[in-house]
């Protein structure tokens, strides 16, 4: 017993002790107007708060993008309704929220942005840039059964006489560097597979062979990006496996179609579809 009080009392002044050199240390701790006004201190300090304010609009950006992720994502789930639903009204409908968007939180997106090197906060923003471009890419097909343009885009994230407070900016805009762009476009691949798949169910067999068609020119031309970097190389392997997955579809429908009834065709075009392919193969 005289052993456990011993080590009790051992704990207590043991803690008590690093209190009071908590307390020590928070009191001598250096607030702004105790920091000696030397050059050095001055210049670390002015570091500081360039440092604080970058980190802020850095935090600021990673949320604008991922509520442009979540709304551009809602925007092709309500594209993919087009192979059931009223096409116009859902491409109308998409428009309007693309442009909702733009005006929201994009344009302040561009606000931060403004004066800034768009570089050193670019990993904040680029994820949500990729899944809009998507988004928009996918509208764009839909409408004109082509590939989207880079100055549509741009021209989409240009916005003229914005009022920020007491300074109207004549015009901002969000720059959109190409290869964030060529990842956004890469993307379009696996949609066009879903929508080529969808429109087999739904007793369309025109539409996969046009998508068809447009993923093979699509994906040679992408091959040009390749050696960019290695986000644009994974995501080149899944756009292959898509363009695949629609060959194995149309091959299907080729051979097939004539012999299975249309209410079966989706499933079974969907199991052919599954099979994988040797990429390696390809690119060779």
Known sequence: MEKETTEDS?????????????????????????????????????????????????????????DITIESKRVIFLLHRTTKEDKSNLILEADKK?????????????????????????????????????AVSFLYYLKHKDLVPLSIVKDSLTFHNVDSGAVTT????????????????????????????????????????????????????????RATNWQMNKKLQVLRNSLSKVENACYTLKIRGSEAPKELLRDLVSSVSTTTCNTDEYDN
């Open 98 to 134: 693309l442009h909702s968007l733009e005006q929201s939180h994009w344009k302040n997106v561009a606000l931060e942005l403004h004066g800034e090197d768009i570089y050193l906060f670019l990993r904040s923003y680029t994820q949500g840039l990729q899944e809009y471009v998507e």
């Open 170 to 225: 004549k015009t901002i805009s969000v720059e959109v560097p190409i290869i964030d762009f060529a990842l956004g476009l890469t993307d379009l691949g696996g949609e066009l597979m879903r929508l080529a798949i969808n429109s087999i169910g739904v007793g369309d067999f025109t539409t996969p062979k046009e998508i068809c068609s447009f993923l093979r020119a699509f994906y040679d031309g992408l091959m040009n990006f």
């Open 10 to 66: 051992t704990k207590v002044k043991h803690n008590s002790g690093e209190s009071r050199r908590r307390q020590k240390y928070k009191s001598h701790k250096y607030k702004d107007d105790d920091i000696p006004k030397t050059p050095l201190m001055m210049s670390f300090t002015s570091y500081r708060t360039d440092l604080d304010a970058k980190h802020d609009k850095s935090e600021r950006l990673v949320k604008l993008s991922r």
